[in-house]
């Protein structure tokens, strides 16, 4: 029996909204598993791994969902105020990821070992330093006056799909940092199969759910 395009809508609906709650919690789910792990204080090194799970797994995905028509924690509310907490969401994980680099570099400086050797320590280094220059450009959305020949809606296109690159950065950092001796020690087995699906069951919803509020935003606005 087919289904009508009134059911489909509402499945698709519902699917979405599953995917965005399961985000939500895996987003969270992975810091607190990792806080569990790295036992923060317990070294300076313990922080590093703390930091950058807040930061690109609970923090920056919490920011991309904001705008999600089915799974926002603040879709009852209107987009200014969606726009501020997407900006203080995005500033946190910079400022989290600023100290985590800051303190990784600092802990190999006084143990000798050599810096950003490693493809986990060269993604992150080049995902911190675009995830800075990306809050830099969300700066020319709140004055679109300072880029003359650029439309708002371009700037706003732009930066939604830069900043997916930097998320997608984001990932592939910490399924690299997962790949390292310190995590592979810890977690073992199919432990290790499912913390690695975390980041990239996530970075799938995202996807999904960028290009749709995307869309979702222009067939409103006409």
Known sequence: MALTAET???????????AG???????????????????????LFSWHPLLMALAFSFLMT????????????????????????????????LVCALLGLGIITYNKHLNGKAHFVTWHGLTGLLTVLYAGGQCAGGVLLL??????????AKLKLYHATSGLVGYLLG????????????????????????AMLCPLLI?????????????YRKRSQH
């Open 143 to 152: 004055y679109p006056k300072l880029m003359k020949n650029w439309t708002l």
């Open 62 to 93: 919490e920011a991309l969902l904001i705008f999600s028509p089915e799974t926002s924690v603040l879709r009852s509310f209107s987009r200014k105020v969606k726009v501020r907490a997407h900006w203080a969401l995005q500033l946190l994980a």
């Open 8 to 18: 489909e809508s509402r499945l698709y609906r519902s699917l979405r909204a599953a």
């Open 171 to 194: 990932c592939a950092s910490l399924m690299l940092g997962m790949c390292s001796l310190w995590f592979t020690t810890l977690v073992t087995g199919v432990s290790w199969y499912l």
């Open 21 to 43: 709650a399961a985000a939500h919690l895996v987003a969270l789910g992975f810091p607190t598993a990792v806080a569990v792990l790295a036992r923060p204080g317990s070294s």
């Open 203 to 215: 970075s799938l919803v995202i996807m999904n759910q960028v290009s749709n509020a995307y869309l």
